[in-house]
């Protein structure tokens, strides 16, 4: 079975602009869950979403959005980059049938100049 | 503030040697997991504790969730260099919609 597919690994962005960025879950996974991996801070939570709706949401800032379409892939989107956003950002697939283990993609090593 | 802390946060040891990763807490979690990350990529799952007082063995690594739920360990037995690398617990509160609250991270370093 394939892991947990995220799309691009490296991105450039300037401050200010947009990104959006893209993770397939596990074959039958239906919970996706999204984090922030930077140095100083480590891996924060940013949201997870079920059956295309968000159940959980971490402490930040509305500029950081998701969705979770019907085939279960997910993307989250960045609005108006700031140079703190440069980060890993990670998402997670979970069966989400009781179970307790998330799987983690390689993530997307984005940089903000 | 990391609601999990983990000790200690740096390791270095030979090949040969044991360690133990401890990770704690003062909230009470459903279940933890312990991952090892490598830079650059995804953390990997190692394991999932749910029960208190569960110990769980994973060839040379064995994982212990404490009886109240609040804290784990994670020890080695007879470190290889292919240990190397960050290792990170998390855990998940009840009713928390998975959201896993990770320690800071233990590096271990295994030298030949």
């Known amino acids: 079975k394939a892991g947990v597919t995220q799309t691009p690994r490296y991105l450039i962005k300037t401050r200010g602009q947009q990104v959006t960025l893209s993770c397939s879950p596990i074959?039958?996974?239906?919970?996706v869950s999204w984090y922030q991996q930077t140095p100083g801070q480590g891996l924060q939570f940013l949201f997870e979403y079920f059956s295309e709706t968000q159940r959980n949401k971490g402490n930040f800032p509305g500029r950081f959005s998701g969705r979770q379409f019907s085939n279960s892939r997910s993307e989250m989107n960045v609005s108006t980059l700031e140079l703190g956003d440069s980060a890993l950002y990670l998402c997670?697939?979970?069966?989400?049938?009781?179970?307790?283990?998330?799987?983690f993609g390689p993530g997307t090593r984005l940089t903000v100049t | 503030t990391q609601l999990l802390e983990q000790s200690p946060q740096f390791l270095s040891i030979q090949e040969g040697e044991n360690l133990t990763v401890y990770c704690n807490s003062s909230s009470v979690f459903s279940s933890l997991q312990w991952y090892r990350q490598e830079p650059g990529e995804g953390p990997v799952l190692l394991v999932t504790v749910v029960t208190g007082g569960e110990v769980k063995k994973l060839k040379r690594l064995t994982f212990q969730f404490g009886d109240a739920r609040k804290d784990s360990s994670l020890h080695i037995t007879a470190a290889q260099t292919g240990d190397t690398g960050l290792y990170l617990c998390a855990g998940e509160e009840t009713d928390s919609w998975g959201k896993l609250q990770f320690g800071a991270g233990t590096q271990v370093v295994v030298t030949p």
């Open positions: 074959s039958g996974h239906r919970s």
């Open positions: 997670a697939s979970r069966w989400a049938g009781g179970s307790y283990e998330q799987y």
